[in-house]
T-cell receptor, first 116, second 109 residues
Framework: DGGITQSPKYLFRKEGQNVTLSCEQN?????MYWYRQDPGQGLRLIYY???????QKGDIAEGYSVSREKKESFPLTVTSAQKNPTAFYLC???????????????FGEGSRLTVL | GENVEQHPSTLSVQEGDSAVIKCTYS??????FPWYKQELGKRPQLIID???NVGEKKDQRIAVTLNKTAKHFSLHITETQPEDSAVYFC????????WGAGTKLIIKP
């Protein structure tokens, strides 16, 4: 069953702690993305990666970090430097690499992070 | 910076009626315009998209129209059904996708 898997679905964190959100895809897509979704706002791009071992900052990268050691995996770390980390985080992938958006984005089911 | 404005933020229509959601973009170089549907608690999914060399595209009950001169594009849903209830997001892309804030569509029985 092909698709994108995010984990955990729900996560609680104390202030000052780093947390890592997992994103795995078996669609053989080259490009992967992390978005943040807040109520009443559109999706905001945190980081994206078009190829293994390479990634680029999006619009709101401060306080976040990523890695792309394998084509299938693109984990996101929310660091203690992120001032307002409580949000819904969506991972996505797409087939194309010639531009960062060349077609359909396939999303995971999301991870809801709450900072206590 | 580049932005996409989406209206209305909430739209309530009677089942069977039509619904129209409008988006305006600022980057005249934008050439790809997708629409995503996000049902409550689920992931966004692409429902239709259009490229700048096309003025209109239809897929059963949904259609998208694009006016490049005015820099706006619209989603049209005809004969609305309860399963159309969701949040709809528009986006525009030149190189990077810029998203609208979303429209919550409510279908009244």
């Amino acid at each position: 069953d092909g698709g994108i898997t995010q984990s955990p679905k729900y996560l609680f964190r104390k202030e000052g702690q780093n947390v890592t959100l997992s994103c795995e895809q078996n669609l053989n897509h080259d490009a992967m993305y992390w978005y943040r979704q807040d109520p009443g706002q559109g999706l905001r791009l945190i980081y994206y990666s078009q190829i293994v071992n390479d990634f680029q900052k999006g619009d709101i990268a401060e306080g976040y970090s990523v890695s792309r050691e394998k084509k299938e995996s693109f984990p996101l770390t929310v660091t203690s430097a992120q001032k307002n980390p409580t949000a819904f985080y969506l991972c996505a992938s797409s087939f194309g690499t010639t531009g960062i958006y060349t077609g359909e984005l396939f999303f995971g089911e999301g991870s809801r992070l709450t900072v206590l | 910076g580049e932005n996409v404005e989406q209206h209305p933020s909430t739209l309530s229509v009677q089942e069977g009626d039509s619904a129209v959601i409008k988006c305006t973009y600022s980057d005249s170089a934008s050439n790809y315009f997708p629409w995503y549907k996000q049902e409550l608690g689920k992931r966004p999914q692409l429902i239709i998209d259009i490229r700048s060399n096309v003025g209109e595209k239809k897929d059963q009950r949904i259609a998208v129209t694009l006016n490049k001169t005015a820099k706006h594009f619209s989603l049209h849903i005809t004969e609305t059904q309860p399963e159309d209830s969701a949040v709809y997001f528009c986006a525009a892309s030149n190189y990077q996708l810029i998203w609208g804030a979303g429209t919550k569509l409510i279908i009244k029985p």
